[in-house]
């Protein structure tokens, strides 16, 4: 089992910035496959941000240039840089690891972006 813990949500003005934090621990085997995704209410849970299973990063669209995500393989934490929030960024952000084809979820935390 690989548990997560997310951190960093919460409340900021559009054009703010908020870093969020995946912690993972148990029987993790490194942190390729790991990523965020956000879901609002009524609509499917999105990719946002992905280390792949080749270590590079992919990221929607629509955060390209805004969000960055990163790792600490000594703390088995990912990270989520998010500049230049906007409104439509309010969502709960998952944290999410993919391996041996089971998908494990953190409990998600909440963003919220003001205008």
């Known amino acids: 089992q690989v548990q997560l813990v997310e951190s960093g949500g919460g409340l900021v003005q559009a054009g703010g910035s908020l870093r969020l934090s995946c912690a993972a621990s148990g029987s993790i085997i490194h942190l390729n496959g790991m990523g965020w995704y956000r879901q609002i209410p009524g609509k499917q849970r999105e990719l946002v941000a992905l280390?792949?299973?080749?270590?590079?990063?992919n990221y929607k669209d629509s955060v390209k240039g805004r969000f960055t995500i990163s790792r600490d393989d000594a703390k088995n934490t990912v990270y989520l840089q998010m500049n230049s929030l906007k409104p439509e960024d309010t969502a709960v952000y998952y944290c999410?690891?993919?391996?041996?084809?089971?998908?494990?979820w953190g409990q998600g935390t909440q963003v919220t972006v003001s205008s």
């Open positions: 280390i792949t299973n080749g270590g590079s990063t």
């Open positions: 999410n690891k993919r391996q041996f084809g089971i998908d494990f």
